[in-house]
């Protein structure tokens, strides 16, 4: 065996260099499996400006294999093909992507086959379609006829080198690198290339479920940002909303295999940049001193949103836009989507909960059924049958008056009479609403005691199912207007359920439910946790306090018998009768104040289970005020996470289970497992 191997090795060593067609050691691959050529599978990405720089994303793959049908075709230049949900549309003879129901600079779209790892953050960039068509042939040649090392240049001038399969590099040029007359083996460090986008590491969703069961309209609140990475309303609601898919698919699971649910659609809806587009910006700028330059712009791009609100000019462009915003983008929806039955609800969190609040509590519930009714620019009429004051006073027999009302131009609105009837045009028994004035009206008799700001607050075109309020401040808002107490009785004239959510540190938030019952103290519904049960340390809380409290009853009733034992020692034994009267009495004092203390512990489940509080008929009978469960590093420094726990609900899963589940409830679909 050793003659063997000695004389391999003398043949080895006596022809060192490889054949021309040949392959070095680290590029030794099967070149039988290699020979067979088989085309790449594409895949679409979009381009997206992040953090001042490009970053590409792929479309999911159902999206995806439309585009890529699309543009198999043949019929691509004027073909508009709808992704992510209906949300975005693809232009594919421009290669741009345009959002549809909010303003967003379209990006650029690519169909991408080859790719090579970036600088910095080692991600993968597709190069553009033509050239990856030039790397295309150059690749299919080489396999066929099993030519490697073949050299490519980009239109940047850069060397691409196909050494083999599983090996091409990219080396990017350096200045001057042509005046010396380097080799591109020395021009920087080489870039890996890879071919098809399986070759790359990459998240690709499979998509979302093409039925839409329930669309929700998401209000943001005070200034442009909406977290602490300073991301817009619209990636926030994004990330709200895969929050919900992936719940989806965990606790709606049998619903799901049964087809009996899709999804839900959430769209943002954006006041800030119409309000901050008027102009007031250019008229603060010039008041605003110059010192502390950046505090200053902040105050002036968020906290001032506040004021605008209190402000009765602003306010109305604030109110008109959010209720525009919601119109438009629901006869749009409308549109895309002819086939949605579902009904439709409002969330809004900090400022843009209370301006729904505000807008709710002014509509009429005249609408009736009209927003089932295929003929939508009917609804714009705003009360388009109400009676004339002529007819008024013909049906209370007071048609003499008309002339005097007619020549002192005395009107409906004048007269304060211009308000929703007990009786809607759809039929519908309105006599359980209150008055407004029980409440606060809009501007047909506006209660100004009250101490809201005089505005018309427009219609919406639909009635909403739910209303979610996240870290709102509705509660203050309403006791600074000076409103003390909401009437039991009252209700939203067009909403029938209303959740007030909120994380338990949030300094924004405020409870709802002692302005409805003002003379009990009780504590607010506790949300599950998205996995069950309560947290950990929630639960070691309640366990700690439940045994301290046994301890501390046990350790006092032990010494209190202690106590009377020895005071009664030194009596007389005339007074025997007298002492034994009061032990008699002495244990069934005692057997009473355990009672009382079992009384004091024993009503924390049964407030959890069914809870005997009635909070109004705001959300139906039901409790209005929700609390998350902070988390364990959230419990040791609580001023340390409030601007964050304001901030938590777009990525809570605790908050986006409750709001799925309430939702889905109205159609009769419950969790697979009740959360407790």
Known sequence: MSSVESQQEQSSQ?????????????????????????????????????????????FNSQDSQQLEEAYSSGKDYNRIVPTDGGRYDVHLGERMRYAVYWDELASEVRRCTWFYKGDKDNKYIPYSESFSQVLEETYMLAVTLDEWKKKLESPNREIIILHNPKLMVHYQPVAGSDEWGSVPAEQGRPRTVKRGVENISVDIHCGEPLQIDHLVFVVHGIGPACDLRFRSIVQCVNDFRSVSLNLLQTHFKKAQEN??????????????????????????????????????????????????????????????????????????????????????????????????????????????????????????????????????????????????????????????????????PAGANMSNIPKESEFYSSTNGLDVGIGQVPVKYPRLI????????????????????????????????????????????????????????????????????????????LELREGLTRMSMDLKNNLLGSLRMAWKSFTRAPYPALQASETAEETEAEPESNSEKPSDVNTEENPVPVKEEAPPIHVGMLNGGQRIDYVLQEKPIESFNEYLFALQSHLCYWESEDTVLLVLKEIYQTQGIFLDQPLQ
């Open 462 to 537: 639909y009635k909403p199912e739910i209303f979610f309020a996240f870290g709102s401040p509705i509660g203050m808002f309403l006791t600074v207007r000076g409103l003390k107490r909401i009437d039991p009785n009252y209700r939203f004239p067009t909403c029938k359920g209303f959740f007030n959510i909120y994380h338990p540190f949030d300094p924004v938030a405020y409870r709802i439910e002692p302005m409805v019952v003002p003379g009990m103290e009780f504590e607010p519904m506790l949300i599950p946790h998205h996995k069950g049960r309560k947290r950990m340390h």
């Open 259 to 424: 087809q009996q649910i899709g999804r839900v659609e959430f769209l943002p809806v954006n006041w800030h940049s119409p309000l901050h587009s008027t102009g007031v910006d250019v008229d603060l700028q010039r008041i605003t001193l110059p010192s502390i330059n950046r505090l200053r712009h902040f105050t002036n791009d968020t906290i001032l949103d506040v004021f605008f609100y209190n402000s009765p000019t602003y306010c109305q462009t604030i109110v008109d836009t959010v209720a525009s915003e919601m119109n438009r983008i629901y006869i749009l929806f409308l549109q895309r989507n002819p086939n949605f039955k579902g009904s439709v609800s409002i969330a809004g969190h900090s400022l843009g909960s209370l301006i729904l609040f505000d807008i709710l509590t002014n509509q009429k519930d005249s609408l009736g059924d009209t927003d089932s009714e295929k003929d939508l620019p009917s609804i714009f009429m705003d009360q388009g049958d109400t009676p004339t004051l002529e007819e008024d006073l013909k049906k209370l027999q007071l048609s003499e008056f008309f002339s005097i009302f007619e020549k002192e131009k005395i009107d409906k609105e004048a007269l304060g009479v211009n308000r929703p009837t007990p009786q809607s």
């Open 14 to 58: 006596s022809d060192p260099s490889p054949s021309p067609n040949s392959c070095s050691s680290f590029e030794l691959v099967d070149m039988d499996a290699g020979s067979l050529y088989e085309p790449v599978s594409p895949h679409w990405f979009y381009c997206k400006i992040i953090d001042s720089k490009e970053t590409w994303i792929p």
